[in-house]
């Protein structure tokens, strides 16, 4: 196998920084970014708000408590994908071979890329400097490394703002006293299982039985065996390459918890047009539609329905996922409702036989040019002008291009290569 070189570029307190940056006022300030709603917590704090002791996760009343001082600001999804955005042009100036691994980090295959820049090095200094150009407050922390594990153990090794490189031969080294929560994929639960079976470091993990490890993870027991030796065989997937979607869906927490089904029969509205927005820009049409409700309780349940044909059309999702409702004995208020709709296939070509369904079908279309041009509900249902208006919540799955792209916001449009990068706002 040859050697690969591969960066991990992690953006420093990426919400929060975006906020300065864009806002001179909350520049050298405790700020939090949290969501639209009452019912949020912290998104992102930034790194004078966390010397306070905030920390993502963490409700805003806490964040006071521990900062009194700190600056809520509400969230902007739609600025936060659009700098993701730009960041990708920059990094693809360096390599095709860019994995959108979520909205602040990106694992870039730089193995091919190496002899034209002239090490992998000058790489990472030539992207630190072209997003300093290009965004003037935002920092990133880059690792280098063999593959991707240790790349991004590397680019947490030293925050903010770090440059880190491991050298294949001093992976063991490294990883010798290293406690394993440090490797990414280990998470609390696994943590704990193994520290069960006195194993707390990266060296002890890589000592262990495998027998010992497979009889009590299974197949990931094998897995954890390579982590431990830093050997991870995973490839770069860049955005063209990523597999089709399988589902697609979308949810809402609500402000307040609501029980009037009129109400929740328009959230319903709402999200299926998001839903088929998504499926018609992105070509696919699906026939499983859910239902997802949330007690306040955090009781969580899911109905389905597998019609004969698929579709994409919104009102289609509605209704489906309006009936579902109607089966359902709510037993109390609803926070969170989500539609979704899976079985999905590509491509599919579906011509309308009526009348009916061909005007329908051409309204659609009508309608997605001009949502397309200027942001989405800009021309919609009279039920939804008194849609819910939230920021949304970017989910880990987004990404910058493909039906994994959401547009948030009429600014969150696919952005076009541009041969310059320009002085453009944030």
């Known amino acids: 196998m040859n050697k690969k070189t591969i960066i991990h570029i992690d953006m420093n307190a ?31 704090a930034s790194y004078e708000a966390r010397a306070y002791g905030v920390k993502t996760g963490m409700t805003k009343y806490e964040a006071k408590r521990l900062c009194p001082h700190i600056i809520l600001v509400p969230g902007d999804t739609s600025r936060y994908t659009n700098t ?3 960041l990708v042009e920059i990094y693809r100036q360096y390599t095709p071979i860019v994995e959108v691994y979520s909205i602040d980090e990106a694992f870039l295959d730089i193995t ?22 290009e965004f003037e407050r935002l920092t990133c922390s880059i690792g280098i490394a063999p593959n991707k594990l240790m790349a991004k153990l590397a680019s947490d090794m030293k925050k903010p703002d770090g440059f880190v490189v491991i050298q294949q031969e001093d992976v063991k080294k490294i990883l010798e006293d290293l406690p394993v929560k440090e490797l990414c994929g280990i998470g609390k639960h696994i943590e704990k299982y193994l520290a069960d079976m006195g194993i707390k470091t990266c060296g002890e993990l890589r000592r262990a039985s495998i027998r010992l490890l497979k009889n009590k993870f299974g197949i990931i027991g094998e897995r954890l065996k390579l982590m431990a030796q830093g050997i991870d065989y995973s490839p770069v997937i860049p955005l063209e390459q990523e597999p089709d979607a399988k589902s697609v869906g979308h949810s809402m927490k609500l402000d307040r918890d609501v029980s009037d089904i009129e109400t929740l029969e328009r959230y ?18 699906g026939r499983t539609i859910a239902l997802t409700l949330r007690y306040p309780d955090f009781y969580t349940f899911t109905k389905r329905s597998t019609e004969k044909i698929h579709t994409s059309n919104s009102i289609d999702i509605h209704i ?14 609803v926070r969170l409702i989500g539609v979704s709709i899976s079985n999905l296939v590509k491509n599919m070509i579906q011509i309308p036989l009526f009348r009916t369904d061909k005007t329908r079908q051409a309204a659609t279309q009508a309608m997605d040019m001009i949502n397309d041009r200027y942001g989405d509900f800009h021309i919609t249902w009279g039920t939804l002008l008194k849609r819910y208006h939230h920021k949304g919540v970017i989910s880990p799955s987004w990404r910058p291009e493909n039906i994994k792209c959401i547009n948030l916001s009429v600014q969150n449009k696919k952005i076009k290569r541009q041969p310059k990068r320009g002085n453009s706002s944030t």
């Open 320 to 333: 489906i996922a309006k009936n579902i409702l109607n089966t359902v004995q709510l037993q109390q208020p």
């Open 112 to 133: 091919g890329s190496v002899s034209l820049f002239g090490s992998a090095e000058l790489i990472a200094k030539k992207i630190k400097i072209d997003i300093h150009k």
């Open 268 to 285: 319903i509205l709402q999200l299926s047009e998001m839903v088929g927005r998504r499926l018609r820009r992105g070509g696919y049409t």
């Open 14 to 44: 990426f919400f929060a920084s975006v906020e300065q940056q864009t806002n001179p006022s909350l520049r050298g300030r405790p700020v939090a970014v949290i969501g639209s709603n009452e019912r949020t917590v912290v998104t992102t």
């Open 84 to 86: 993701c955005c730009r």
